[in-house]
């Protein structure tokens, strides 16, 4: 898959990890936040998509919270299984800055915190990536603009 295209280690953990999980496990991961949007991670992305629920997706910088390591490094933590039905929402968070977030992935009322990410917005997007959306409102702003791109091509098209 991706590993043998590039040097990225985590990648390469992802895909093993993939491989080893049985019918009924479940994968937690903490990695850097990398392979959710960069171009050399798609295959990574469109096989996690295809074959596995997503039951979260929460990306962090670091701020502290691991020693030794950059304050703008990011990190994704999210969950796996080896459920194949169509998804049509991932619950996630983007651009945390506090430790607390970590503390509540165990404890049940994250999904309040998240956003509804429709899986149809990962699938139309180049790449398969995770846009970085902090609201519904950003959301609702995506639908406006593709909605006038839209209707200006077709404006466009007819004359």
């Known amino acids: 898959m991706a590993a043998a295209e590039n040097q990225n280690l985590f990648r390469y953990f992802i895909e093993c990890n993939l491989s ?3 019918p009924e496990g479940l994968l937690y991961y903490l990695t850097p936040s990398a392979w959710s949007y960069e171009q050399s991670s798609t295959k990574l992305r ?5 074959n596995y629920h997503t039951y979260y997706i929460i990306q962090f910088e670091n701020k502290g919270i691991f020693q030794n390591i950059h304050d703008q490094y990011k990190f994704a933590c ?3 299984s080896q459920d ?8 996630v968070l983007f651009l ?5 977030i970590l503390q509540r992935l165990w404890y049940k009322g994250l999904e309040k915190l998240t956003l509804a990410y429709p899986t149809e917005l990962i699938r ?3 790449g398969q ?3 970085e959306l902090k609201s519904t409102t950003d959301l ?5 603009i593709k909605s006038s791109f839209t209707q200006n091509k077709i404006d466009s098209d007819l004359h």
Do not use: G, V
Request: net charge negative.
């Open 20 to 22: 080893l999980l049985a």
């Open 46 to 50: 469109s096989y996690i998509w295809q």
């Open 78 to 80: 999210f969950m796996l």
């Open 84 to 91: 194949t039905k169509q998804q049509e929402f991932i619950p």
């Open 96 to 100: 945390r800055h506090d430790e607390f």
């Open 124 to 126: 139309n997007t180049e």
């Open 129 to 131: 990536i995770l846009l």
């Open 140 to 144: 609702q702003l995506l639908d406006k």
